[in-house]
């Protein structure tokens, strides 16, 4: 496989330049923002008036001594099951910044039969629906088509998590093999399967310890993060397209790379993603002509940008009131989402039509949610 890095810019936070993807947010001749582009700059605004975190959080323990060590608790969907917020309660501040937005269409809970707990990661313009499944102590993706759910189990695998999925019905994912520390990428195309794990002179196998695919685009492009010790210190969005691999990276306090690609629209013009600037803080970012802009919820230190489809519409989380959000973002700014009695709501994919799905929490344990427009 070929490798190479990007370079990028990190775009001014100029009012005209907060959200480039955004249809009639450009600055008129009095320097006045248009009327649909407040919102946007009031979400960054709250971000930048408060200034850097301070560095109370220890860095992330070793990627093969604890899955689910610090902020991989976000990446790895089983351990979504253990996130325990402390609070339930929706915050009243976030109305005007979300302009009292609502989610017209209908929500939908999604739960394997027989499954401890179940997690919706992607979706595609045919409704296709692929994700993650625990029964009897063992983690199994899976395709949800036409409400039949077909089990995923990369062959030789110990878990599997389906991640994304295509038009064309090709999906990514990851899997972990019993002896073997990290995780591992898969590609199911046609009924086979092929290991995408991103190569490394020195690690385990010729295998960077993880890879995280996450999305795969319509032509084929599969996007993630791959790293070895952890996500604070060396971890590299990528984009791997066939035998050719583009990284890219971001830095935090603590190394030269903290970066994840988590979206990507058709033809890879604009991709979605997360950095970890710090321990404890986490900002949404998306990637076009090597520009990179920030994304940050509203009075959030701790933003996720999961998928983004092909109107530029993003979704993702944001820590904000004492809990988990999910959002969605687009040139009306800020749509919270928060499933009815859970303690906490994240977004990880969204369709070309707007269908959102994601993963939420309650007393009865984890479960996948779709809302569909």
């Known amino acids: 496989m070929n490798a190479h890095a990007i370079n990028y810019d ?29 919102a946007a700059f009031l979400g960054l605004a709250l971000s930048l008036a408060a200034g850097p975190l301070p560095l109370t959080a220890q860095a992330t323990d070793d990627m093969s001594e604890d899955m689910c060590a ?3 608790v976000w990446m790895i969907g089983w351990c979504l099951d253990t996130v325990m917020p402390g609070d339930s309660v929706e915050v009243a501040s976030l109305a ?20 401890t707990a179940t997690r919706a990661f992607g979706i595609n313009p045919q409704g296709d629906i692929v994700g993650s499944y625990t029964a009897a102590g063992r983690t199994h993706g899976y395709l949800l088509r036409a409400g039949e759910v077909t089990t995923i189990d990369y062959p030789g695998s110990s878990s599997t998590e389906a991640w994304g999925i ?82 890219f990276a971001l830095p935090s306090t603590l190394g030269p790379a903290a970066a994840m690609h988590n979206g990507i629209t058709p033809g890879g013009s604009i991709v979605a993603g997360l950095v970890f600037p ?31 489809n092909p109107d530029a519409v993003v979704v993702g989380q ?26 906490m709501t994240v977004a990880r994919g969204i369709n070309p039509r707007g269908d959102i799905v994601g993963v ?14």
């Open 278 to 308: 710090a321990p404890g803080r986490a900002r949404g970012y998306l990637l076009a002509n090597n520009v990179v802009t920030y994304l940050d919820g509203p009075g959030s230190v701790n933003t996720q940008a999961w998928d983004v």
């Open 70 to 72: 610090g902020e991989m």
């Open 96 to 115: 005007a910044e979300s302009n009292d937005r609502t989610h017209a269409g209908p929500f939908e809970s999604i739960n394997v039969p027989n499954a």
């Open 318 to 343: 944001y820590d904000a009131g004492g809990r988990t959000h999910a959002f969605a973002y687009d040139e009306n700014g800020f749509l919270t989402i928060d499933i009815p009695n859970s303690s």
């Open 166 to 247: 295509n038009a064309r019905g090709d999906i990514i994912g990851r899997y972990t093999v019993t002896g073997r520390p990290g995780t591992l990428g898969f590609l199911l195309s046609r009924g086979r399967f092929t290991d995408v794990s991103i190569p490394s002179a020195t690690g385990p196998g010729g295998k960077h310890v993880i890879t995280l695919p996450t999305k795969i685009g319509a032509s084929g492009e599969i996007v993630g993060c791959f790293h070895d010790a952890n996500n604070l210190i060396d971890m590299f969005g990528y984009v791997q397209r066939d035998g050719d691999i583009s990284t």
């Open 360 to 373: 939420y929490n309650d007393a009865a344990g984890a479960h996948g949610f779709v809302l569909t427009k």
């Open 10 to 38: 990190v775009a001014t936070y100029l009012p005209s330049s907060i959200w480039p993807f955004k249809k009639g947010c450009a600055m008129t001749s009095g320097s006045a923002l248009k009327k649909g582009c407040v």
